[in-house]
Antibody, heavy 118, light 112 residues
Framework: QLVESGGGLVKPGGSLRLSCAASGFTFSHYNMDWVRQAPGKGLEWVSS????????YYADSVRGRFTISRDNAKNLLYLQMNGLRVEDTAVYYC?????????????WGQGTLVTVSS | DIVLTQSPLSLPVTPGEPASISCRSS???????????LDWYLQRPGQSPQLLIY???KRASGVPDRFTGSGSGTDFTLKISRVEAEDVGNYYC?????????FGGGTKVEIK
């Protein structure tokens, strides 16, 4: 399973670090992603990281402000969020990429809510 | 950037009847390996999204066979052969051909 934590209320311009704890599978074998959902809105892909952290990608909306990372020894995925904006308010989900071609998100966490407001 | 357009935005359905959702892509999602890099997700009210269909037509583990994904290139369809009450929620398609995936806007399925 995947369990996110670290969400909360933060002021614009502030920082927050989300964590995603993985269990029940060999975390180090899988690419991982963050996907977010603003209140009442659709899904938006945020960032991805390969199994060994060699390749990292970001959505244009967060590039330069967010940093994805992972600790395979601790089975943890992170999302460091700096320079937060009101429009970053969302539920943030971590998701595992599938094993076949790694093109699908076959396991999701329950999400953690990030609220950016003054 | 690839843009996905889902229709309809809202779909009232009658239990036991079929339902169909369309997802159209601004560019072909057909990879050179022959697979279409298009997935479908269902997000039930208050829950996390769950994978239904990947690579255009492959049903995910545990997904009932009443869900079928079809299409190729730029036009894709998710069909529910006989809608059940548990199928209500928001359905999303996503293209995973590019290194930066993008979701469609979603289709809300509700019981009439």
């Amino acid at each position: 399973q995947l369990v996110e934590s670290g969400g909360g209320l933060v002021k614009p311009g502030g920082s927050l670090r989300l964590s995603c704890a993985a269990s029940g599978f060999t975390f180090s074998h899988y690419n991982m992603d963050w996907v977010r959902q603003a209140p009442g809105k659709g899904l938006e892909w945020v960032s991805s990281i390969t199994d060994t952290s060699v390749y990292i990608y970001y959505a244009d909306s967060v590039r330069g402000r967010f940093t994805i990372s992972r600790d395979n020894a601790k089975n943890l995925l992170y999302l460091q969020m700096n320079g937060l904006r009101v429009e970053d308010t969302a539920v943030y989900y971590c998701a595992r990429d599938g094993a076949e071609l790694g093109t699908e998100f076959d396991l999701w966490g329950q999400g953690t809510l990030v609220t950016v407001s003054s | 950037d690839i843009v996905l357009t889902q229709s309809p935005l809202s779909l009232p359905v009658t239990p036991g009847e079929p339902a169909s959702i369309s997802c159209r892509s601004s560019q072909s999602l057909l990879h050179s390996n022959g697979y279409n890099y298009l997935d479908w997700y269902l997000q039930r009210p208050g829950q996390s999204p769950q994978l239904l269909i990947y690579l255009g037509s492959k049903r995910a583990s545990g997904v009932p066979d009443r869900f079928t994904g079809s299409g190729s290139g730029t036009d894709f369809t998710l069909k529910i052969s006989r809608v059940e009450a548990e199928d209500v929620g928001n359905y999303y398609c996503i293209q995973v051909l590019e290194t930066l995936p993008s979701f469609g806007g979603g289709t809300k399925v509700e019981i009439k």
